[in-house]
T-cell receptor, first 113, second 112 residues
Framework: KAGVTQTPRYLIKTRGQQVTLSCSPI?????VSWYQQTPGQGLQFLFE???????NKGNFPGRFSGRQFSNSRSEMNVSTLELGDSALYLC????????????FGSGTRLTVV | DQQVKQNSPSLSVQEGRISILNCDYT??????FLWYKKYPAEGPTFLIS?????DKNEDGRFTVFLNKSAKHLSLHIVPSQPGDSAVYFC???????????FGDGTTLTVKP
């Protein structure tokens, strides 16, 4: 099986711009979650999508949004970028069920200047 | 309020010895616990998990122990190898929740 694919790998944006990150989950995985990792921080949960519906949402401002398509691919959008949004954004997919761990992509490294 | 805590930011052990990584949690609703390993420039990789109805789960060199009364779990790696050097994240979830709550990670260095 192909792994979780995130594009692009690296991105540099300026403050005030918006950005869209893409994630293709493992085939057959209907749950896709997004996490933000900043230096010295653990993984902060952004949101989870399941069958095109947002099922869980973390404590991030409304500038962070996402969606999932019928083929389970997911996109994450950040509008009005701030310097503090610079981070590694990780997408993860999983099978349904508590005993299944995530399969993560390699992440998108976003730098806001 | 950080619900999952890894109090040791780093750990250094000698090759061949045991590595013990610790994790504490506060939410008694968590009923599934997972460990992930992360190398630089890669996403985390799922290692091992344990259900709250068990107190031990073993997979090769990796064993996870759960102490529900203390809300504490630990990952034991025996014997440790230089390739085990990575950041280890503890995570917890509830059965019907899609999201996992992660600790801040512990950087393990295994010296040859």
């Amino acid at each position: 099986k192909a792994g979780v694919t995130q594009t692009p790998r690296y991105l540099i944006k300026t403050r005030g711009q918006q950005v869209t990150l893409s994630c293709s989950p493992i085939s057959g995985h209907r749950s896709v979650s997004w996490y933000q990792q900043t230096p010295g921080q653990g993984l902060q949960f952004l949101f989870e999508y399941f069958s095109e519906t947002q099922r869980n949402k973390g404590n991030f401002p409304g500038r962070f949004s996402g969606r999932q398509f019928s083929n389970s691919r997911s996109e994450m959008n950040v509008s009005t970028l701030e310097l503090g949004d610079s981070a590694l954004y990780l997408c993860a997919s999983s099978e349904e069920g508590a005993n299944y761990g995530y399969t993560f992509g390699s992440g998108t490294r976003l730098t806001v200047v | 309020d950080q619900q999952v805590k890894q109090n040791s930011p780093s750990l250094s052990v000698q090759e061949g010895r045991i590595s013990i990584l610790n994790c504490d949690y506060t939410n008694s609703m968590f009923d599934y616990f997972l460990w992930y390993k992360k190398y630089p420039a890669e996403g985390p990789t799922f290692l091992i998990s344990i259900s709250s109805i068990k107190d031990k789960n073993e997979d090769g060199r990796f064993t996870v122990f759960l102490n529900k009364s203390a809300k504490h779990l630990s990952l034991h790696i025996v014997p440790s190898q230089p390739g085990d050097s990575a950041v280890y994240f503890c995570a917890a979830k509830t059965t019907n929740a899609g999201k996992s709550t992660f600790g801040d990670g512990t950087t393990l260095t295994v010296k040859p």
